[in-house]
């Protein structure tokens, strides 16, 4: 009862996107599903912090790593926080619990002349499906849009006069991106492949083949079959794509701040990852032009 309560919370008042809900829904299910099958509680109120501390250790002795861990305590926290402010809990046992410490990651991105090249291919044929895919690289790349947004995107979000594109992202919350005359000019004229083949009232941007709603299994196949033909990156799904885009426009001095607009991240901490390129740059043009490195290199 006070899942759904708090998962209707999430939709309505928080208005959370549907994947964000049903990961919420996953985690506190699990904590659940374990303080029940471990120590017979399942009431909330009745949970205390030693049993999620035990909950936790058990995600890490089964093999979890670190920043799935973190995402559960977070929502599970959360959830606490929910039942405080309704009075459920009188006390909150989700306090005391610490994130695990991850390990820096820098994000997996193609080179600008590896995406170039694949926008240069010729098409296989002359099909929609063949027009929709290219396409799909192209705006993955120029805009940093996710891939749900790409999913998302309707033809009353796109604005020819101005090219420029109003994506709907976390949080529903809406952003600006511009794009090219050029890519506009694309955009238009796939319109009127996929008007010709299944009709002018479509609603989303891109379709199947059949003419449904994109799903996310199918961009991410599209996006690394094209990637598989440039590049040995481990990563080859649209975020990596997500990535090349924010790390390119940093390569090339864009101000972070304006990074950060583009891509729709909340705060500018999770912008900063993509200026490892740029230092390494710079370390690159320090050590090879200053003349105490140029000597010490020697």
Not at 82 to 98: D, E, F, I, M, Q
Not at 201 to 222: A, I
Request: charged share 25%; with cysteine.
């Amino acid at each position: 009862m006070h899942l759904e309560s708090f998962l209707k919370y999430l939709r309505f008042e928080k208005r959370c996107s549907p994947n964000t809900v049903k990961a919420y829904e996953s985690d506190i299910s699990q904590v659940f599903e374990y303080t029940s099958s471990t120590y017979e509680l399942s009431d909330p109120a009745l949970i205390g912090h030693e049993h999620l501390r035990s909950w936790i250790v058990d995600l890490v002795t089964s093999g979890k790593v670190a920043r799935t861990i973190n995402r559960k305590i977070s929502s599970i926290k959360t959830f606490y926080k929910y039942l405080k402010r309704k009075g459920v809990v009188a006390t909150n046992p989700t306090g005391k619990l610490s994130s695990l410490k991850v390990p820096k990651r820098l994000p997996n991105y193609v080179q600008e002349s590896q995406v170039l090249h694949i926008l240069a291919q010729d098409r296989l044929d002359e099909s929609y499906e063949s027009y929709r895919d290219i396409l799909i690289i192209e705006l993955l790349y120029a805009t940093g849009m996710r891939r749900s947004e790409l999913i998302d995107l309707k033809d009353n979000q796109i604005d020819n006069s101005l090219s420029q594109l109003k994506v709907v992202g976390k949080g529903n919350k809406t952003r600006i991106i511009p794009i090219t005359r050029t890519l506009m000019d694309k955009m238009e004229a796939f319109r009127k492949i996929r008007n010709d083949e299944f009709g002018n009232d479509v609603g989303y941007f891109f379709l199947t083949r059949s003419g449904t709603k994109l799903y996310p299994k199918l961009v991410y196949n599209v996006v690394r079959k094209y990637l598989e033909a440039v590049t040995t990156l481990e990563q080859k799904g649209p975020h990596t794509l997500r990535h090349s885009f924010a790390t390119h426009l940093s390569n090339h001095g864009a101000d972070l701040n304006a990074i950060k607009e583009l891509l729709g991240h909340a705060n500018l901490g999770a912008t900063q990852i993509y200026t490892h390129n740029t230092i390494e740059k710079l370390k690159k043009v320090y050590s090879e032009s200053h003349p105490k490195a140029k000597k010490n290199n020697r």
